[in-house]
């Protein structure tokens, strides 16, 4: 009998940091069922995404392509029609790909309507839906202002709390992401002030477990299909609004709060983008007195009740035999600062906010000799979904995707010429910063380029490159873009960043070996170039273009 192909569950946290978990070496936070699962299989500690961004870094993850490839550089930035997503590479495989929970995905609205694509269709379904087939999506955010909603999509967690008698119009906001004064007022998530309070919300109905019983249902509505499936379960948290319910509210407190990573030399003749984002409201507010005492013990609350709901997820898997031929992913799309460098959020290229937590469980014998390692090479976003469609049994179409499977690495095999170096972008035009730099939106572009060692990153219009020695400066304090002792390490960079930058990115429709085997096709097509009188080709090439002439019309008579 043929062995069942695997399926894959491709978990992603919102927002969740590299360093924030027990097995990683945080010395507060427990992380038990995150730890069991790297113990299972192999933990990936240099991991970068493409982006320090929730939609650009996602729409790299779900095309296996960096972010000026895809060109979703931004939040709500549009994936073009005709990006070839993961789930599409894996359908050509037989595997079925659906999404439960968030993608940040904004729909080319213009390019469907150019081609005609129906979104009630199948085909105009998935590609509003990064080619997933939904069984439940939920982004998330659900903020409401003076100019109407962040998103305007209906809410199924809210549609849920609606059923569950929460009462308003949006009890996302005024019941699990808000507290409740004792004069009964809304203690609402956005105000940092508000962290250290219990989410005004019954535990259970809050997102992680929510969304975990909607995984669930997911998982027991799959247990008895044939056909191997890939499922993208997608959590909000540990995002942002820094808030919990109790009992996760209170676990941790200031003293569990790591000192903050940051100097004021940082301050002092500061690149101006960094300069720019610390000044931001996010990184003053984080960085006053008193704010990232509360904010932390908030975050490391979510983070546990992520991990808590992980268990609840292994629980059911175990229980119903899936965890034997399920490899599961659990990663982020980026993370976050929390004070560290003077920011808050993401966005730039601190460890903090462009490195994330990957741990890949493959439970095929063939991971049997690396359960419980930790793989240090250079691993980019990109490489999971050249992992997937091989996991999967297809041929990663490297013309398109540009990652790297990682299943050498999670077989012990030895991996010959793996990538030097690892790339991430920031676009940061549609931000605030750019305007006050003055920048066109052309120019307001970051690269960052990072090896074991250095990390370097280039700023569009203009400005100097700023460099970290993370060997000697392991807490990036200390910028060395404008050292004249470091320039080869500069060239070096700048040799990089061009090598990258001439890749074949936008040759999609043409594999290599589709190439190659186009090469001097042409002459058996009938186009003889360079031919004086034919002795210097085979005569077969020389059939359709002899012969005798019907008729003459040069000088002869009329056929």
């Given at each position: 009998m043929a062995m069942k192909k695997k399926n894959i569950?491709?978990?992603?946290?919102?927002?969740?940091?590299?360093?924030?978990?027990?097995?990683?070496?945080?010395?507060?936070?427990?992380?038990?069922?995150?730890?069991?699962?790297?113990?299972?299989?192999?933990r990936f500690s240099r991991c970068y995404v493409q982006s320090p961004v929730c939609g650009a870094s996602r729409m790299s993850f779900y095309t296996g392509r960096y972010v000026s490839s895809h060109g979703a550089a931004w939040n709500n930035f549009p994936l073009k029609v005709g990006e070839q997503t993961l789930a599409?590479?894996?359908?050509e495989s037989g595997?079925?790909?659906?999404?439960?929970?968030?993608?940040?995905?904004?729909?080319?609205?213009?390019?469907?309507?150019?081609?005609g694509l129906s979104s009630d269709s199948t085909i105009g379904a998935r590609v509003s839906e990064c080619g997933f087939d939904v069984f439940v999506r939920d982004d998330g955010l659900w903020g409401e202002g003076p100019d109407g909603p962040y998103d305007s999509k209906p809410s199924p967690y809210n549609a849920y709390l609606k059923e569950k008698q929460y009462p308003g119009d949006n009890p996302w906001h005024d019941y699990a992401n808000s507290g409740v004064e004792d004069d009964m007022e809304i203690a609402s998530g956005w105000l940092l002030q508000h962290a250290s309070k219990p989410a005004n919300i019954r535990e259970e109905d809050s997102e992680t477990p929510w969304l975990t019983r909607e995984a669930i249902r997911f998982l027991d509505k799959m247990d008895d299909s044939e056909a191997?499936?890939?499922?993208?379960?997608?959590?909000?948290?540990?995002?942002?609004?820094y808030i919990v319910p109790a009992p996760y509210h209170n676990m941790y407190s200031a003293d569990h709060v790591l000192p903050v990573v940051r100097d004021e030399q940082e301050r002092i003749n500061a690149h101006p983008v960094y300069e720019?984002?610390?000044?931001?409201?996010?990184?003053?507010?984080?960085?006053?007195?008193?704010?990232?005492?509360?904010?932390?013990?908030?975050?490391?609350?979510?983070?546990?009740q992520c991990d808590d709901q992980l268990g609840v997820l292994f629980d059911h898997l175990e229980k119903t035999g899936q965890m034997n031929d399920t490899m599961i992913v659990v990663t982020s799309d980026h993370g976050d600062y929390l004070g560290d460098h003077w920011l808050g959020e993401k966005d730039l290229f601190h460890e903090c906010s462009v490195k994330v937590p990957l741990i890949v469980y493959d439970p095929s014998a063939d991971a049997d000799s690396t359960r419980g390692q930790v793989c240090d090479e250079l691993v980019e976003s990109i490489d999971l979904a050249a992992t997937f469609i091989e996991v999967a049994g297809g041929g990663v179409p490297d013309h398109i995707v540009e990652g790297r499977s990682l299943l050498p690495f999670l077989h012990g095999k030895?991996?010959?010429?793996?990538?030097?170096?690892?790339?991430?972008?920031?676009?940061?035009?549609?931000?605030?910063?750019?305007?006050?730099?003055?920048?066109?939106?052309?120019?307001?572009?970051?690269?960052?380029?990072?090896?074991?060692?250095?990390?370097?990153?280039?700023?569009?219009?203009?400005?100097r490159p700023m460099l970290f020695d993370m060997k000697a400066d392991p807490n990036e304090l200390t910028d060395l873009g404008d050292s004249a002792k470091h320039n080869d390490i500069i060239d070096m960079m700048y040799e990089r960043l061009g090598e990258w930058g001439r890749r074949s990115s936008q040759r999609t429709t043409k594999s290599e070996s589709d190439i190659k085997n186009m090469r001097a096709k042409s002459r058996r097509k009938g186009i003889l170039l360079g031919v004086v009188d034919g002795s210097e080709i085979d005569d077969e090439l020389l059939e359709k273009i002899k012969g005798t002439a019907a008729a003459n019309f040069v000088g002869g008579e009329d056929p």
């Open positions: 569950l491709f978990i992603m946290y919102d927002q969740l940091r590299f360093d924030y978990l027990s097995c990683a070496g945080h010395p507060h936070l427990q992380t038990p069922n995150m730890d069991k699962l790297a113990q299972k299989g192999m599409d590479h894996l359908r595997m079925n790909s659906w999404l439960v929970g968030k993608t940040h995905m904004a729909v080319d609205t213009a390019g469907m309507e150019r081609l191997p499936w890939h499922c993208h379960l997608s959590y909000i948290k540990p995002h942002w609004p720019a984002y610390f000044n931001n409201a996010i990184g003053k507010a984080i960085s006053s007195d008193g704010v990232r005492e509360g904010v932390v013990p908030a975050y490391m609350g979510l983070i546990k030895t991996v010959d010429s793996w990538r030097e170096y690892a790339v991430s972008e920031f676009d940061y035009s549609a931000t605030v910063m750019a305007a006050r730099l003055g920048l066109e939106p052309r120019d307001a572009r970051l690269f960052m380029i990072t090896d074991k060692r250095w990390k370097f990153m280039h700023a569009e219009g203009g400005f």
